[in-house]
């Protein structure tokens, strides 16, 4: 039982290019989220998905897009990357409570991403 | 005004004393409070959850919450170096599943 994983661990991207940050759950969760984490502002919700099929934006989303593969996977899309995304991401999940409270969720490993 | 509001810190304690970690949120709707601990260059790591009123033990923590004063505290007994983190506090708003973040306090436990 792997929890969530996280693919690449680190990256450098060049101003321009796009790129896939992939994460995968074994824990059969409905809802994923991906954050990002910098200095001095926490962590930051990018975009979430409740459940397999929805995906809806978070406090960030400007500069990204997701998809929900299927119910294990949950992918972010920087389609062309700047200096502003250089930033630590994580992505989260957590099992559909009965109602949004109690709505643990567990985090990734996470991705360092640089753009120079 | 920040939603979710702790100390940056860094709060230093010896081994062995309780730290006391405190954490205030500006929704007073808002109904569920996670506490992570994240060590340098690792993940967000779920510590403590807590719903209503009161007192939550698990272990040496206790999380406090009072949602009449909208603060919610993660005591620490017994202090280990080990516990030398950072600990966030988490808010989750009414009818979402969002959470929001404090930027987190710096725990340092001296030997």
């Known amino acids: 039982n792997a929890g969530v994983t996280q693919t690449p661990k680190f990256q450098v991207l060049k101003t321009g290019q796009s790129m896939t940050l992939q994460c995968a759950q074994d824990m059969n969760h409905n809802s994923m989220y991906w954050y990002r984490q910098d200095p001095g502002m926490g962590l930051r919700l990018i975009y979430y998905s409740a459940s397999e099929g929805t995906t809806d934006k978070g406090e960030v989303p400007n500069g990204y897009n997701v998809s929900r593969l299927n119910k294990r996977e949950f992918s972010l899309r920087l389609e062309s990357a700047a200096p502003s995304q250089t930033s630590v991401y994580f992505c989260?999940?957590?099992?559909?409570?009965?109602?949004?409270?109690?709505?643990?969720?567990?985090f990734g490993p996470g991705t360092r991403l640089t753009v120079l | 005004q920040k939603e979710v509001e702790q100390n940056s810190g860094p709060l230093s304690v010896p081994e062995g004393a309780i730290a006391s970690l405190n954490c205030t949120y500006s929704d007073r709707v808002s109904q569920s409070f996670f506490w992570y601990r994240q060590y340098s260059g690792k993940s967000p790591e779920l510590i403590m959850s807590i719903y209503s009123n009161g007192d939550k033990e698990d272990g040496r923590f206790t999380a406090q919450l009072n949602k009449a004063s909208q603060y919610v505290s993660l005591l620490i007994r017994d202090s280990q170096p080990s516990d030398s983190a950072t600990y966030l506090c988490?808010?989750?708003?009414?009818?979402?599943?969002?959470?929001?973040f404090g930027t987190g306090t710096r725990l340092k436990v001296l030997a």
């Open positions: 989260a999940s957590s099992v559909i409570p009965r109602t949004e409270t109690y709505n643990e969720q567990f």
């Open positions: 988490a808010v989750n708003g009414p009818g979402t599943y969002k959470y929001i």
